[in-house]
């Protein structure tokens, strides 16, 4: 049995029944059987019903999947209200996409032997998806990986995290009730890590889909079957340029947002930012005001800004490594603890460069604030961690953005804005250590997709 507990004050909210190894042979079975049965396929009109149905459901019990996300993983209501919305979005972006995918022809003719042929491609699902969603956003990544495979056609078995299963159970039951033919949309919840891994490694999984820790991830990828796909999104340990012509009354407000929305618990949360010498002491001591006035508290009130981690070791994690930073030489401004599973957030000013806040993810309500001199160490700086994800510089002359737009190690440079910033059709992908493929909910219908090219000889 998996006991769910809430993550503000650890009492229990749910005991749920987990999968044995039967359980994992009955699921994949049904799933590779609908894969192979082309006459069970769904036609795009049939999915896309589907979909907007499920976006329908989940509007109608938005303040029940809003509640169930902060009970669960501790996200403040306000935030995940907002989650709601996304997930709801996400669902019609899928039906949306799947009205406008198509292939494309192949010229023929260009050459003698390419005469009196006519060729093109067309758009099949990959098979089975193995998903393994993450505890930070339990609804709304689940969509990201259920959505896209309804859309395709590809059967698909989500385990979700073990400390917030309950949103993507509910979503499961949505997709059924929206109309969903048995067997296409299957939760997993198993026993062991063990069969865990060897759900994944089935030879009949064709695409895995993770979001996770980099070790996980990058572990699962080399068990997986040949010819399987996969995208995985890890982490990033996020850097902030703040350039010296920055507008500091614009700034302070979108990067308190980023760097503890969730309490940290993102990403591409804001970690480190580094500030111009000319304003590092204005910034620090108005940004850390700002902070400091953020309320934390209990994730179900509507007040509360940052709740807490989803589990007291995690807690117990971070307020080590700010300590070790301090211990070091880091000035610490803000900080303490409110239960075990909630720390009041810190901002910590000119931690050592090879400290753990400084080089891991610290997934918490964490910044660090670093001085620079000239643009192109802020960026050296900012590219020295294997981590590459989100990034951003905030700055008023057109060059310094272009410069560091372009010389930044990042999948996605925000100017004038956070790190943490995503809408759920944009391409959204670490490099490096952060990931492989590319998410977004078109992007991974792309990811979930086989091409076939049919040529036609005529005359």
């Known amino acids: 049995m998996l006991t769910v507990v809430q993550a503000f004050d650890r009492q229990p909210i749910a005991e749920l029944q987990t999968d044995d190894a039967a359980a994992l042979e009955r699921k994949l079975a049904t799933a590779y059987r609908l894969s192979r049965e082309r006459s069970t396929w769904l036609k795009p009109h049939q999915r896309i019903a589907v979909l907007h149905g499920l976006a329908a459901l989940m509007e109608s019990r938005r303040e029940h999947l809003a509640r169930q996300i902060a009970r669960e993983g501790g996200k403040p209501y306000t935030d995940a209200m907002v989650e709601t919305g996304r997930a709801i979005d996400g669902v019609r972006i899928a039906a949306e996409t799947l009205r406008t995918r198509a292939g494309q022809e192949i010229p023929m003719g260009i050459t003698p032997s390419s005469e009196n042929r006519r060729a093109w491609t067309i758009n099949e699902p990959i098979g089975v998806v193995a998903a393994i969603s993450a505890f930070n956003h339990p609804l709304n990544l689940s969509v990201h990986q259920v959505a896209p495979a309804i859309a395709t056609g590809c059967p698909i078995v989500i385990k979700p995290a ?60 080399s068990k997986l ?19 010296r012509s920055a507008d500091l009354d614009r700034l302070i407000e979108p990067m308190a947002k980023g760097g ?7 990403c591409v949360s804001v970690q480190r930012i580094y500030v111009h010498a000319s304003l590092q002491t204005e910034f620090s001591d108005r940004f850390a005001r700002r902070v400091q006035a953020l309320r934390t508290g209990d994730p179900l009130l509507a007040e509360t800004e940052v709740g807490p981690l989803i589990a007291p070791k995690e807690a117990d994690r971070v307020q080590a490594w700010i300590d070790e930073a301090v211990a070091a030489g880091a000035r610490p401004i803000g900080g303490g603890r409110l239960n075990e599973a909630t720390l009041y957030p810190t901002v910590l000013l000119n931690p050592a460069k090879d400290a753990k806040v400084s080089t891991l993810e610290v997934f918490g309500p964490l910044t660090c ?16 961690l294997p981590e590459a994800f989100q990034s951003s510089v905030f700055t008023n002359d057109l060059s310094s953005a272009f410069r560091a737009a372009e010389r930044l190690d990042a999948s996605a440079v925000m100017v004038n804005d956070h790190t943490a910033f995503r809408v759920d059709w944009m391409p959204f992908a670490g490099r490096h250590v952060s990931g492989h493929g590319v998410g977004g909910i078109p992007y991974t219908m792309e990811e979930m997709t086989s091409r076939k090219m049919v040529v036609f000889r005529t005359g």
């Open 162 to 221: 073990t400390a917030t299963p309950l949103s993507c159970l509910d979503l499961v039951q949505m997709v059924q009730e929206a109309g969903m033919p048995d067997g296409w949309v299957q939760s997993f919840l198993p026993e062991s890590r063990e069969l865990a891994e060897a759900f994944v490694a089935d030879p009949r999984v064709s695409f895995l889909s993770f979001i996770g820790s980099a070790s996980v991830g990058w572990r699962l990828r």
């Open 225 to 243: 079957a040949p010819g399987a796909r996969c995208a995985l999104e890890h982490g990033g340990v996020a850097p902030v340029i703040v350039d």
């Open 260 to 266: 503890y929305y969730h309490a940290g618990q993102v």
């Open 369 to 384: 604030v670093y001085g620079f001199n000239t643009l192109d160490e802020a960026i050296q700086e900012a590219n020295a």
